[in-house]
């Protein structure tokens, strides 16, 4: 069963850090390129951030400087760093293997107020 499963997400203020990960299972996670995505309130969802299966990445030019992909096979993860975090990153975040488009996890939320 394939699984998509987002935690990290939570109140911060702005100019903070969070960490996103994303546990996956259920397919062959090393093989395929993943993506954070994102959907603030009222919008469509939104391509954030990207990574390869040999680690190359790309990311928004809205969170370019500020967010860092990363994966670990072993652990068939993907992570999002975020750091100087705005406002307007407020959303729900989720992953997925762009090219085979899985099933969408719950998300992680995301709120950066003061």
């Known amino acids: 069963q394939v699984q998509l499963v987002e935690s990290g997400g939570g109140l911060v203020q702005p100019g903070g850090s969070l960490r996103l990960s994303c546990v996956s299972s259920?397919?062959?996670?090393?093989?395929?390129?993943m993506s954070w995505y994102r959907q603030a309130p009222g919008k469509e969802r939104e391509l954030v951030a990207s990574?390869?299966?040999?680690?190359?990445?790309n990311v928004a030019g809205s969170v370019k400087g500020r967010f860092t992909i990363s994966r670990d096979n072993a652990k068939n993860t993907v992570y999002l760093q975020m750091n100087s975090l705005k406002p307007e990153d407020t959303a729900v975040y989720y992953c997925?293997?762009?090219?085979?488009?899985?099933?969408w996890g719950q998300g992680t939320q995301v709120t950066v107020s003061s």
């Open positions: 997925n293997a762009p090219s085979i488009l899985l099933s």
């Open positions: 259920g397919f062959p996670f090393s093989r395929y390129a």
């Open positions: 990574i390869g299966s040999t680690g190359d990445t």
